[in-house]
Nanobody, 118 residues
Framework: QAQVVESGGGLVQDGGSLRLSCKAPRMITSVYNPMTINWYRQAPGKQRELVAS???????HYADAVKGRFTISRDNSRKTAYLQMNSLKPDDTGVYLC?????????WGQGTQVTVSS
């Protein structure tokens, strides 16, 4: 199955910033634009949670925990989405996974690790 590719994770200090990228697989580029893009995170011992999403019409949604700190965006010409993360906190630590969803189709990446040290 085609796989989404996330990148941009790493180790950062409390208060730092990271920018994650989510590249769509080539086989779905023709149907990318109508898709909703979601960023989830999976922290050790916790349930996977939806962090941010952006629709085809660029309507965005954020989890309360990240509002005002994270910004989701998409570049349809590059078939790539981004998650700009500022003022990072240790509680933001986890694997960040990108999901592309059109209702009928659902694509996931393997995730990128974000670690925020205190």
């Amino acid at each position: 199955q085609a796989q989404v590719v996330e990148s941009g994770g790493g180790l950062v200090q409390d208060g730092g910033s990271l920018r994650l990228s989510c590249k769509a697989p080539r086989m779905i580029t023709s149907v990318y634009n109508p898709m909703t893009i979601n960023w989830y995170r999976q922290a050790p011992g916790k349930q996977r949670e939806l962090v941010a999403s952006i629709t085809s019409g660029r309507i965005t949604h954020y989890a309360d925990a990240v509002k005002g700190r994270f910004t989701i965006s998409r570049d349809n010409s590059r078939k790539t989405a981004y998650l700009q993360m500022n003022s990072l906190k240790p509680d933001d630590t986890g694997v960040y996974l990108c999901n592309l969803n059109s209702g009928a189709s659902d694509y996931w990446g393997q995730g990128t690790q974000v670690t925020v040290s205190s």
